[in-house]
């Protein structure tokens, strides 16, 4: 079977106006697909070269397919389970730098360049003190980065149509400041001169982002049916789910060079990325926090078939628009929407999510994703918001490590799965006892960073839902909610 390249398949070339750190799955599912489909609707007329920002890594394979790579979109889509495939063509070079250094500082030169986009993972926009401009390469993206643009600004003569607009993809809390704050670091340390600071600071614009799309990668236990379903090989083959999601906080000209919006994908290019990060860590992240510990104690196994079920996807929905949206600033329209694609992800027949696999350091994650939502509800509305607080009642009894007699494996901090042992020593299934449980928890300053147990009402609600999950058990205890 002949193997994936532009030989056997027809597609397009287009001027390199991307260079773009990273070949790994997340960024060929997300930022290339997104650029193949401005190309094909509404003639965005760029190519990507792309830099492998590791010493090991798929430049090479990249480069024995031309570029060219499967994607399949696998999910929910206008309401109906759908898996679809296509090959994406935008990248038209990949670059190992560690092998030939010359050849990825020479993109500097090159007039047509653009944007720069990233994912070096979380680590990867990283500041290190070793670093040289002589390097070649920089062990860090951003010193190699900064390299770039300084041959750029050479080059260019510090021209201010050279500059470039920078779209970081990694997962950390305002990325382009954080990077552009390193790369001023090298430009100082390297004593590259007041000129190309300013040039960078005026003329280069970095972006905050945020983006979101599941990328289960390579297909490796299908790839045989995959194979021959499409007919030719293809060693790159990525799998993600329907939904995406890039949140684009940058000056006006951003939306304008980069027409997203104007060909149906979800981008949301704004002057303040917070609501939209704040959004998806209550809607999405909560909505998973908050479905642990009931829907296993209930008896499931999976997300999709905590939807799937009546009682326990009702209580979900309660969780989400009735809790956690009236917590929120965005317009009503707005979260609604996103809900409901929250849902129809959980829903995804495509990608299974184990509810253990998402267990790991719930308190920390009931603290950061859920918590605020309860505190937000209670100054709003003035009164308890009862599924999020059944849900802790629920975290509680999670944390006692048993499931009708089966152990639960839990997955915490040391120091918080001794407080829970500690503490469910001491309860006999008394009211009592129950009580106290749940005033050392909620007291715990350790846990949530304030004493939850000054709240009026919480630690009654609370020791009600636990009394009656460890007493009834969850199936009879989620009914009273």
């Not at 597609?11 to 190309?39: C, K």
């Not at 670059?95 to 680590?123: D, H």
């Not at 090989?233 to 949140?247: A, M, P, S, Y």
Request: proline share 4%; charged share 25%.
């Amino acid at each position: 079977m002949k193997k994936l390249s532009r030989s056997i398949v027809p597609t397009h070339s287009y001027p390199e106006r991307v260079i773009q750190f990273g070949e790994g799955n997340f960024l060929r599912a997300f930022a290339d697909w997104m650029i193949h489909e401005m190309n094909k609707k509404v003639g965005f007329d760029s190519g990507v070269v792309v830099v492998q920002p590791i010493a090991n890594g798929l430049c090479k394979i990249l480069s024995d397919q031309d570029g060219l790579y499967t994607l399949y979109l696998n999910g929910i889509k206008n309401g109906k389970a759908v898996s679809e495939y296509q090959i994406i063509d935008c990248i038209q070079r990949a670059i190992n730098p560690y092998e030939n250094y010359p050849i990825y500082l020479a993109n500097a030169e090159n007039p047509n360049l653009r944007f720069v986009i990233s994912n070096t993972t979380e680590a990867g926009i990283a500041y290190h003190k070793d670093d040289r401009l002589e390097d070649a390469p920089q062990k860090s993206y951003p010193g190699k980065l900064t390299a770039l643009l300084y041959r750029r600004y050479q080059i260019f003569k510090g021209a201010s149509k050279n500059g470039l607009i920078i779209l970081p993809c990694e997962l950390i809390d305002r990325n382009g400041d954080n990077l552009k704050k390193i790369i001023l670091q090298y430009a100082v340390d390297w004593e590259l001169g007041n000129e190309f600071i300013r040039w960078i600071n005026e003329d280069n614009i970095f972006c905050n982002t945020l983006v979101d799309r599941i990328v289960p990668g390579y297909p490796k236990d299908k790839i045989d049916v995959i194979t021959e379903e499409l007919g030719y090989k293809d060693n790159l083959v990525v799998e993600g789910e329907q939904f995406h999601l890039w949140v684009i906080e940058g000056l006006k000209e951003v939306k304008e060079e980069f027409p997203a919006s104007q060909c149906g994908l979800n981008v949301v290019f704004t002057d303040n990325m917070e609501p939209y990060r704040t959004r998806k860590v209550r809607i999405l992240n909560g909505a998973h926090t908050s479905l642990v510990p009931v829907g296993y104690l209930y008896g499931i196994e999976k997300v999709r078939e905590s939807l799937e079920d009546a009682v326990v996807g009702r209580f979900l929905k309660n969780v989400i628009f009735n809790e956690i949206c009236p917590t929120l600033d965005l317009p009503e329209k707005e979260l609604i929407k996103f809900s409901n694609d929250v849902l129809d992800r959980f829903k995804n027949p495509y990608l299974e999510h184990a509810l253990m696999s998402i267990s790991l350091n719930s308190i920390s994650k009931y603290k950061t994703r859920v918590l605020p939502s309860v505190l937000e509800y209670i100054k709003r509305k003035n009164e308890l918001p009862k599924h999020l607080l059944f849900s802790l009642a629920a975290l509680i009894a999670f944390y006692k490590g048993d499931r009708n007699g089966e152990i639960i494996n839990l997955a915490d901090d040391p120091e918080v799965l001794d407080f829970f042992k500690s503490q469910w020593s001491q309860v006999d299934g008394s009211e009592k006892s129950i009580a106290k449980i749940v005033n050392s928890v909620l007291s715990n300053t350790n846990l949530w960073g304030i004493n939850l147990a000054k709240i009026k009402g919480m630690e009654i609600e609370i020791a009600s839902a636990l009394d009656a999950i460890i007493n009834k058990g969850m199936k009879k205890a989620i009914l009273n909610v």
